[in-house]
Nanobody, 130 residues
């Protein structure tokens, strides 16, 4: 059974860093485009970043460009989100999501569109506060 498990969240001071991990089990991550979303209390879930199967294509929300970096290690079946220069407005539950693109080219571009993604993790809390 396909499963995504996020980890790495926690409490950090403004300006600090965290690295989130999204570990896949029950399937080969190599065939999937992966994205990170987040949801703050009282707000809609929003796209943060995504990465193509090869890792060559990445996309970021304007609010995190230059601060967050997405990467993947297909051999470890894991996707990462490195978050630097964190701000209080980054506080949210962060989710990873997957969509199968095994019949597409490895470099097929990703998109941070919530409706695209079929499988979701349970989320990890990130709190940025002094």
């Amino acid at each position: 059974q396909l499963q995504l498990v996020e980890s790495g969240g926690g409490l950090v001071q403004p300006g600090g860093s965290l690295r989130l991990s999204c570990a896949a089990s029950g399937f080969t991550l190599n065939y999937y485009i992966i994205a990170w979303f987040r949801q703050a209390p009282g707000k809609e879930r929003e796209g943060v970043s995504c990465i193509s199967r090869s890792g060559a294509d990445t996309e970021y929300a304007d609010s995190v460009k230059g601060r967050f970096t997405i990467s993947r290690d297909n051999a470890k079946n894991t996707v990462y989100l490195q978050m630097n220069s964190l701000k209080p407005e980054d506080t949210a539950v962060y989710y990873c999501a997957a969509v199968w693109r095994g019949s597409y080219d490895m470099h097929y571009p990703c998109a941070i569109t919530r409706a695209m993604y079929n499988d979701w993790g349970q989320g990890t809390q990130v709190t940025v506060s002094s």
